[in-house]
């Protein structure tokens, strides 16, 4: 049986020591840590490493359930997968410990608080954009190319495949500044 340890922080100029060094102190021989959104499984390449090299008595220690998962679905997904190798989570500021009936219901509650945490701010931060639209302050992403030389490209007869490969630009981009 080995522990295992995984740390995240959602951005680059996140620090990982505090979980780090808490996992340690936990007793995990191994920690994969890694510096990306937990809004998603996809493109968590060290959690997949870890989750693919885990073994029936192991165990998987986070710091806490949201350094894991931001979605029920996701959190779920993971525990099932674990649980079917035969792998404990556990978390060390958080009751959870996967052995034991109340750590997964415990699990469970945190998941959705989680979920809920994210939905919370990804509304907030729809509100905060659309007051700032109306201010004014708010205008989107700089344009990538600038659209007259879409228009004279086109004016000049270049389709817009041959446009698309001249500025490296997507064919969206091309229709939208000549519609």
């Known amino acids: ?11 680059t100029d996140q620090d990982l020591t505090i979980q780090q060094e808490a996992l340690e102190k936990a007793g995990c021989e191994i920690i994969r840590a890694e510096k ?19 073994r029936d008595g192991d165990e998987l220690v986070v710091t806490r ?25 556990r978390a060390t500021e958080q009751p959870i410990d996967t052995s034991t009936p109340a750590g997964k219901c415990f699990l469970d509650m945190l998941g959705v608080f989680a979920e809920f945490e ?11 954009i659309a007051k700032a639209k109306e201010r004014g302050v708010y205008k989107g ?23 698309t490969k001249e500025l490296n630009v997507s064919r ?3 229709y939208r500044a000549i519609d």
């Open 1 to 11: 049986m080995a522990i295992y340890g995984y740390a995240r922080v959602s951005t």
């Open 141 to 163: 992403r700089k344009p990538s190319v600038d659209k007259s030389q879409i228009i004279e490209l086109h004016k000049m007869g270049l389709g817009a495949t041959a446009i």
């Open 65 to 89: 359930v949201d350094r894991l998962a931001r979605s029920v679905l996701d959190l779920q997904t993971i525990v099932r997968d674990i649980k079917l190798k035969g792998v404990h989570l």
């Open 172 to 174: 969206a981009t091309v």
């Open 118 to 128: 994210t939905n919370l701010r990804r509304e907030r931060q729809m509100e905060g």
């Open 36 to 54: 990306v959104s937990g809004t998603s499984i996809q493109g968590r390449d060290e959690l997949n490493t870890l989750l693919e090299f885990l």
